[in-house]
């Protein structure tokens, strides 16, 4: 069965205070893992799509890599705008997507 | 763009009555999709559309859900007689060629 797992379900940091959240998987295939970030009271917004291991994408203070196993979002220096959750979602074939339950992330001043 | 597009974006009912959630995905994207979100169980699949036709409603809860894609610009979620275990956001998204979803901004499901 196709699982995706996200860790920690919660992260507070001092603002500049660089972390990473992780993203593992389960699939039979994968097409691709996709990251989003999703503020209160709106749908998530794309980030990256990543499609095999090794690969990395970057997006100013976030970096994200994929392994045969997980991924991960690094956040650099991050700032109070950040805050957000992020989530986490595979395509294993076709036009299916299977999210996570996310990492909901605050940055403090 | 107008994005994706989802009505109400809050809907208060009571037990039993009936409730219709609307969406208009974007123009050109050929692929339709129904997510329910919670607290304990993030973002569900409930049913997917291509091309206006339904290729896996495996996710729809039961038989209280039903969901209808008449044309490439509209789809709907029923959900008859609603009950309030059924409380949630529903998210509209769409695509096409396979590639990264576009969400709408929920509706805020409340069944009292």
């Known amino acids: 069965e196709d699982q995706v797992t996200q860790s920690p379900e919660a992260l507070r940091l001092q603002e500049g205070e660089s972390s990473s959240l992780n993203c593992s998987y389960t699939?039979?295939?994968?097409?691709?893992l996709f990251w989003y970030r999703q503020d209160p009271g709106k749908g998530p917004e794309f980030l990256f799509t990543?499609?095999?291991a090794g690969e990395e994408k970057e997006k100013e203070r976030l970096k994200a890599t994929l392994t045969k196993k997980e991924s991960f979002l690094h956040i650099t220096a991050p700032k109070p705008e950040d805050s957000a959750t992020y989530l986490c979602?595979?395509?294993?074939?076709?036009?299916?997507?299977?999210f996570g339950t996310g990492t909901s992330l605050t940055v403090i001043p | 763009d107008a994005g994706v597009i989802q009505s109400p974006r809050h809907e208060v009912t009571e037990m039993g009555q009936e409730v219709t959630l609307r969406c208009k995905p974007i123009?050109?994207?050929?692929?339709l999709f129904w997510y329910r979100q919670t607290m304990m169980r993030g973002l569900e699949l409930l049913i997917y559309?291509?091309?206006?036709?339904?290729?896996?409603d495996s996710g729809m809860p039961e038989d209280r859900f039903s969901a209808k894609m008449p044309n490439a610009s509209f789809s709907t979620l029923k959900i008859q007689p609603s009950e309030p275990r059924d409380s949630a956001v529903y998210f509209c998204?769409?695509?096409?060629?396979?590639?990264?979803?576009?969400f709408g901004s929920g509706t805020q499901l409340s069944v009292l």
């Open positions: 979602a595979v395509q294993p074939t076709g036009n299916q997507f299977y």
């Open positions: 123009s050109g994207h050929n692929s």
């Open positions: 699939v039979s295939g994968l097409r691709g």
């Open positions: 990543l499609y095999s």
């Open positions: 559309f291509n091309n206006n036709v339904p290729i896996d």
């Open positions: 998204a769409s695509n096409t060629g396979d590639e990264k979803l576009f």
